[in-house]
């Protein structure tokens, strides 16, 4: 697996807030694309496919740092993590997965 987690601070208004699961996977076809000849998509919300399989997927989640400031300007926290399948064969699994 190739494992990446990102942080990025905010203004709490920022749309990365909302659109960062997307965006997180939108990239990560982005690299997969340039590093490889593979063509891939992202499959809403938050999977990334080659092929209309699963390659791995990403997940957002955002937090308030909390800091004193006025609301107004308050920062967000947004952590971005992708997981990326690699390199594996249907002998790594067992039972029902190995059909898939």
């Known amino acids: 697996s190739l494992l990446l987690s990102v942080l ?4 709490e208004r920022s749309v990365l ?9 939108l990239a990560a076809c982005e690299a997969i694309e ?3 000849d593979v063509s891939c998509a992202v499959r809403w919300p938050n999977d990334v496919v080659v ?3 699963k390659l791995g997927g990403v997940l957002a989640e955002s937090f308030v740092i ?4 006025a609301v107004a ?3 967000v926290g947004l952590v971005i993590g992708i ?5 594996q064969h249907r002998g790594h699994f067992s039972g029902e997965l190995a059909a898939k």
């Open 8 to 11: 990025l601070i905010e203004p």
């Open 51 to 53: 092929s209309g399989r």
């Open 83 to 87: 997981g990326l399948n690699c390199l």
């Open 66 to 69: 909390a800091d004193g400031a």
């Open 17 to 25: 807030i909302e659109l960062g699961g997307l965006l997180g996977a």
């Open 34 to 36: 340039q590093a490889t």
């Open 73 to 75: 300007a308050r920062r």
